[in-house]
């Protein structure tokens, strides 16, 4: 079999494999989540926009032109997981939430709808970003803003908790992300998936717990800026 061949199979697999996560994504959320009228709305309006549509090939199209190396790495928190971290990290209406490397922004919109505090989305792929914006201002939402920018030059001045899946970044780019968590606010927080952010006498991890993913299990690592 051609090196060719291999790749199709494997780009396509991975594509129904994410289709079909976001679909028992949005199966759970109708039962779960739904009963918050803020929320049923943003989804629903933001599932209208992808319908027919791939994140997944989005995420990939757009990081094949950048001439990046990785072009599958796209994935979202799935919601179930996401409300078990939230309660995890004590989150409340007074905190200001930034989600580095947000997607779609569907769990941005979960934060907003469900705690009702300010939320940041951080995205490179335009797609995403200017969806995700077009979404708010439909709902007429306030508290809530998605930035196409990159996330290593994002200012994190105003945050109390930061949220990242590490297995999406490389580990150059976590190490000057890490740069960035410096500008955090004393007794701020940062959840990464899979790996801590290595940055001495300025994050200190204060808990870790196993999280579920549609593609398996990992590690939660929370720190906290000294």
């Keep these: 079999m051609s090196k060719n061949v291999v790749e199709f199979v494997e780009t396509a697999i991975r594509g129904l494999t994410a289709q079909w996560s976001e679909w028992c994504d949005t199966r759970y959320s109708l039962n779960k ?15 209208r ?5 791939s994140a997944f090939g989005i995420s990939r199209n757009f990081l094949k032109q950048q001439g990046e190396s990785d072009i599958h790495s796209y994935g979202e928190t799935p919601l179930r997981t996401l409300a078990e971290m939230t309660e995890r990290c004590g989150l409340g209406a007074t905190d200001c939430i930034f989600e580095l490397g947000c997607g779609r922004g569907r769990g941005c919109l979960w934060w907003r709808a469900m705690l009702g ?3 940041v989305g951080v995205e490179i792929v335009p797609e995403f ?5 077009e979404v708010i201002e ?10 196409k920018e990159d996330f290593r030059e994002t200012d994190l001045a105003e945050a109390t908790f930061v ?5 999406c970044f490389d580990d150059e780019a976590l190490r000057e992300l890490g740069e960035r968590f410096r500008s955090l606010p004393p007794r701020s927080r940062v959840l990464s998936v899979s790996s801590p952010i290595e940055l001495e006498n300025v994050l200190e991890v204060v808990d870790a717990f196993p999280v579920k993913f549609h593609w398996g ?10």
């Design 138 to 147: 439909k709902l007429e939402w306030e508290q809530i803003e998605f930035r």
């Design 129 to 133: 970003v200017n969806t995700a914006i």
């Design 217 to 226: 299990s990992t590690e939660a690592y929370l720190q906290m800026r000294i």
């Design 49 to 53: 926009r992808y319908w027919g549509r």
């Design 33 to 47: 989540f739904y009963k918050n009228k803020d929320f049923k709305a943003a989804d629903l309006e933001l599932s």
């Design 117 to 119: 505090c300010r939320v």
């Design 163 to 167: 949220y990242l899946t590490g297995t």
